[in-house]
T-cell receptor, first 112, second 115 residues
Framework: DAGVIQSPRHEVTEMGQEVTLRCKPISGHNSLFWYRQTMMRGLELLIYFNNNVPIDDSGMPEDRFSAKMPNASFSTLKIQPSEPRDSAVYFC??????????FGQGTRLTVV | AQSVTQLDSHVSVSEGTPVLLRCNYSSSYSPSLFWYVQHPNKGLQLLLKYTSAATLVKGINGFEAEFKKSETSFHLTKPSAHMSDAAEYFCVVGVLGNAGNMLTFGGGTRLMVKP
């Protein structure tokens, strides 16, 4: 298995634009997590899905952020409109029932 | 470039005995190092972090870790295991600041605590 795949690896966008981050979890994993990592706050859990259903989205910072998981092999995290303070590295992770999580390489987002 | 190796994929201890989870890293820069814990179907929780201050770092729930540059290690310890410590633990190395803030995760260590 290729592991958790995130795309793009780097994204630079202008303030106000829509940004979509993508994640392909490991096949057979039933939980998917989106994290944001910043210098100030470290690693924060934004949302997690179990069997494609959002279980806990209390970490989503505001309504500009939305996440979907239309099927077991794909998830998106969308920011609309983007702001400079959204600049961070966004990680996706997936896990199976054993609870061990595997992380993607991250997407570095820069909003200018 | 940076990498992190957690030397044990599984560690089993008895309740009340010490815990040692091993982590070695490599980094081209002065690293920041973190330990995270993940309980089943929950997000990561930060236990502690090292960012070039004191080499012995104390975290939550009685955990601590010592940064040893000569050994490129950042092992996590706890004097006495509790049943609630059973979880997956991740050692993470990161470069924070203008040079970038990409994190590299270790493979994880599953801690099992026997009664």
């Amino acid at each position: 298995d290729a592991g958790v795949i995130q795309s793009p690896r780097h994204e630079v966008t202008e303030m106000g634009q829509e940004v979509t981050l993508r994640c392909k979890p490991i096949s057979g994993h039933n939980s998917l997590f989106w994290y944001r990592q910043t210098m100030m706050r470290g690693l924060e859990l934004l949302i997690y899905f179990n069997n494609n259903v959002p279980i806990d989205d209390s970490g989503m910072p505001e309504d500009r952020f939305s996440a979907k998981m239309p099927n077991a092999s794909f998830s998106t995290l969308k920011i609309q409109p983007s702001e400079p303070r959204d600049s961070a590295v966004y990680f996706c992770a997936s896990s199976s029932g054993t609870g061990k999580a595997f992380f993607g390489q991250g997407t570095r987002l820069t909003v200018v | 470039a940076q990498s992190v190796t957690q030397l044990d994929s599984h560690v089993s201890v008895s309740e009340g005995t010490p815990v040692l989870l091993r982590c070695n890293y490599s980094s081209s820069y002065s690293p920041s190092l973190f330990w995270y814990v993940q309980h089943p179907n929950k997000g990561l929780q930060l236990l502690l972090k090292y960012t070039s201050a004191a080499t012995l770092v104390k975290g939550i729930n009685g955990f601590e870790a010592e940064f040893k540059k000569s050994e490129t290690s950042f092992h996590l310890t706890k004097p006495s295991a509790h049943m609630s410590d059973a979880a997956e633990y991740f050692c993470v190395v990161g470069v924070l600041g203008n040079a970038g803030n990409m994190l590299t995760f270790g493979g994880g260590t599953r801690l099992m605590v026997k009664p």
